[in-house]
Each structure stands twice: as structure tokens, then as C-alpha cells.
């Protein structure tokens, strides 16, 4: 399920530093035998939030308000019904995160394993709306603070459920390690993006091996900063994709 045990300061390595090229040279090789694994998990969440969306929907038409030149009633709008689905898709979205730092750690990927994270539903729910508001605070007020927040927070999730953190305090785990290197973390999803968007350009095709490859990536970096316990090298040898 989850991990249970009281987080400690020593499971942070505020000395860590890492290479761009090698995490995603390391990510490419453990997308091998496990983006059958990914597709999956995300299809599942595809179709779950997609449903969600349409269903909240109805009662949230911001559609309406966009057509009526109604901007910030359709921006509300669009907000209640992302806050509305979150109690359903953070859960898994966490999951699928999850599945990145387990095939960085060379642990058991499950897919049924994205499930198990709605026992901590609501902190990773409060999570997700807190830094919502402080990301898009940063970007009205003067654009760079929400380029910087949408950095830093980039491993609350996972810290809430692996370090059975609280959420403020995973939000503020997060920022204070992802400080240290800020410019090259950001670097590292720049250049991620960049990868996922040249490897849609083909009808798609690439996206099967390059979606995985970010979840991975994300996982590997989770793994130095956060001292993520690893499993058997054997794993990352799994056929499976």
C-alpha cells in the first residue's frame, strides 16, 4: 500500500547532484520491459478522469460561460470541476508516479498497484489544490514564481504516500530539495517535454516509449534526492513491455 514509517532527515541527500544526460540515458534503458506496464496505468487513468470530466460537467458548463464572454465564470468553472475530479484521479496520477520511482528502485510494478492510494486520498487531494493556488498565484502576480512553485512541488505526491509526510510539509520537503538545483531540474523537464513533443510529431508512435520515459526520469531523480530504497537489479529485466 503504502509506506507507514515515520520519515527521517537522513532519507534526504541534500548533497545530491545528478547528470541531465545520464538520468535520461538511465531512464531510456529501464523503459525496456516496462511501457506496456505504463500504457496501461495511464489508459486506465485516461478514461476514469475523462468520465469524471464529462459527469462533472453537467453540472459546471464553463462552456456556456466562454460563449457568453463570461471569461472568469468559465475559469471557475473549469477550477471547480478539476477540484471536483481530484478525490477520483490524484489517487491514480499519484499511482502512475509511483510506478516511476519503483522502476527507477528496480522494485515489482503492478498495474492494479495505481489503486492503492486512495486510503491517503484526502492529503493528496489538499496537496494538489494547495499548489494550484500558490502556482497560479506566481504566474498572475509576476509569471517566474509560478515557474518556479510548478518546479518545486514536483515530488509532493510522492513524498506524502513513501514519507507518510503531511501535505504542507511535503510541499515544503519538496521545494527546499528541488532549490538546491532548481535550474538543472527545471533543465531536466525542459528537456523532457521537448523529447515527448518531437516524439508526437510521428502520428504519435513515439509517445509509447517516451511518456514511460518521463515517469522514469522523475523516478530516478526521486530516488537520489530522496534515498528511495532499492530492490533486485533483476527486475528491470521484467518482459513485460
Do not use: C
Amino acid at each position: 500500500m503504502y509506506n507507514d514509517d515515520t520519515p527521517h532527515k537522513e532519507d534526504i541527500n541534500i548533497d545530491y547532484d545528478f547528470s541531465i544526460s545520464e538520468v535520461l540515458a538511465e531512464a531510456w534503458e529501464r523503459v525496456n520491459g516496462s511501457k506496456l506496464i505504463f500504457l496501461a496505468a495511464i489508459f486506465i487513468y485516461v478514461v476514469i478522469a475523462g468520465a469524471m470530466t464529462v459527469a462533472v460537467s453537467f453540472i459546471f458548463d464553463s462552456q456556456s460561460y466562454y460563449d457568453a464572454g463570461m471569461m472568469l465564470e468559465g475559469f471557475l468553472s473549469d477550477q471547480a470541476i478539476s477540484w471536483l475530479t481530484m478525490p477520483v484521479t490524484v489517487p491514480i496520477l499519484t499511482g502512475i508516479v509511483m510506478l516511476g520511482i519503483k522502476r527507477a528502485g528496480n522494485k515489482e510494478m503492478e498495474i492494479p498497484s495505481i489503486f492503492n492510494y486512495y486510503v491517503l486520498v484526502w492529503p493528496l487531494v489538499f496537496a494538489s489544490i494547495l499548489m494550484n493556488i500558490f502556482i497560479m498565484a506566481g504566474f498572475m502576480l509576476f509569471i517566474l514564481p509560478g515557474i518556479y512553485l510548478a518546479t518545486a512541488y514536483m515530488f509532493t505526491l510522492p513524498l506524502i504516500v513513501d514519507k507518510n509526510l503531511q501535505f504542507f510539509e511535503a510541499m515544503e520537503t519538496s521545494r527546499k530539495a528541488v532549490t538546491k538545483h532548481w535550474f538543472k531540474l527545471f533543465g531536466l523537464n525542459l528537456a523532457v517535454v521537448f523529447i515527448i513533443g518531437i516524439s508526437a510529431i510521428p502520428a504519435g508512435i513515439g509517445l509509447f516509449w517516451t511518456i514511460p520515459l518521463a515517469f522514469i526520469a522523475n523516478g530516478i531523480l526521486y530516488r537520489k534526492i530522496f534515498s528511495y530504497e532499492t530492490g533486485s537489479d533483476n527486475i528491470s529485466e521484467n518482459p513485460q513491455g
